[in-house]
C-alpha cells in the first residue's frame, strides 16, 4: 500500500516552460487536493477535487490547471512556469470524513 | 472566504517546558484537525475534534476545541526533542465539506 505517490521529487525548470505534476492515491478516496508551501506561509489550496471528473479552485489557483479523469490521479499542469511558483507541492487526498493523507511532496524551482 | 489563524507562529522552549498553539477561526467549523510536520517532511495527521468543548489527548499532547466550534489549541507537557516541527491546524467549514482551511503553523524548537 502505498498511500499518495507524487511524481516528480525535484524538478528545476526555466521561466516560461510547462510541466505536470502528477499525484496516484492508491485507497479509493474521493477528495484529492494539490497545496503550495512557502516558507512561514503554510499549505494554501490551489485546487481540489471531490470525485473523478471534478475540480475546484482553492486560494490560489492562478497560474495553475488541473485535471482529474481517473479517481486515483490528480494531474496539476503549469502552462507557462514563473518565478513565484517556485515553492514544494503537497498533493493529499482523503475519504468522507476522515484526515488527509500527504504525499512526499515536489520541490520545483523555476529560474 | 474563512479565515484560519494560528498563533503564534514560532515557539522556542528548553527541554521539559510545555508548549501550547492557538488556532482561530473567522467562521463556525464543522471539525478541525491537527498535523505535525518534521523539517523536509509532510503533514502527518494528529487527531481530529469534531464535538463543542471536546478534549482529546495523546500521551503528552492535548487537544481541546471550543465551546462555540471557532477556537481550538493543542498543549504538550514537558516537550522532548522528538517534537521538534511545525504544527497546523485545518479547519473545515459546515458549508463546504469538499475542503479543509490550513492555518500558517506554529514552529517549534526544542533546545536539550
Known amino acids: 500500500n502505498a498511500g499518495v505517490t507524487q511524481t516528480p521529487k525535484f524538478r528545476v525548470l526555466k521561466t516560461g516552460q510547462s510541466m505536470t505534476l502528477l499525484c496516484a492515491q492508491d485507497?479509493?478516496?474521493?477528495?484529492m487536493y494539490w497545496y503550495r508551501q512557502d516558507p512561514g506561509m503554510g499549505l494554501r489550496l490551489i485546487h481540489y477535487?471531490?470525485?473523478?471528473?471534478?475540480?475546484a479552485k482553492g486560494e490560489v489557483p492562478d497560474g495553475y490547471n488541473v485535471s482529474r479523469l481517473k479517481k486515483q490521479n490528480f494531474l496539476l499542469g503549469l502552462e507557462s512556469a514563473a518565478p513565484s511558483q517556485t515553492s514544494v507541492y503537497f498533493c493529499?487526498?482523503?475519504?468522507?470524513?476522515?484526515?488527509?493523507?500527504f504525499g512526499d511532496g515536489t520541490r520545483l524551482s523555476i529560474l | 472566504g474563512q479565515q484560519v489563524m494560528q498563533i503564534p507562529q514560532y515557539q522556542h522552549v528548553q527541554e521539559g517546558e510545555d508548549f501550547t498553539t492557538y488556532c482561530n477561526s473567522s467562521?463556525?467549523?464543522?471539525?478541525i484537525q491537527w498535523y505535525k510536520q518534521r523539517p523536509g517532511g509532510h503533514p502527518v495527521f494528529l487527531i481530529q475534534?469534531?464535538?463543542?468543548?471536546e478534549v482529546k489527548k495523546q500521551k503528552r499532547l492535548t487537544f481541546q476545541f471550543g465551546e462555540a466550534k471557532k477556537n481550538s489549541s493543542l498543549h504538550i507537557t514537558a516537550t522532548q526533542t522528538t517534537d521538534v516541527g511545525t504544527y497546523f491546524c485545518?479547519?473545515?467549514?459546515?458549508?463546504?465539506?469538499?475542503?479543509?482551511?490550513f492555518g500558517d503553523g506554529t514552529t517549534l524548537t526544542v533546545k536539550p
Open positions: 485545518a479547519g473545515r467549514m459546515n458549508t463546504n465539506a469538499g475542503k479543509s482551511t
Open positions: 493529499a487526498s482523503r475519504d468522507g470524513n476522515q484526515p488527509q493523507h
Open positions: 467562521t463556525t467549523l464543522s471539525n
Open positions: 475534534l469534531v464535538k463543542s468543548g
Open positions: 485507497m479509493n478516496h474521493e477528495y
Open positions: 477535487s471531490v470525485g473523478e471528473g471534478t475540480t
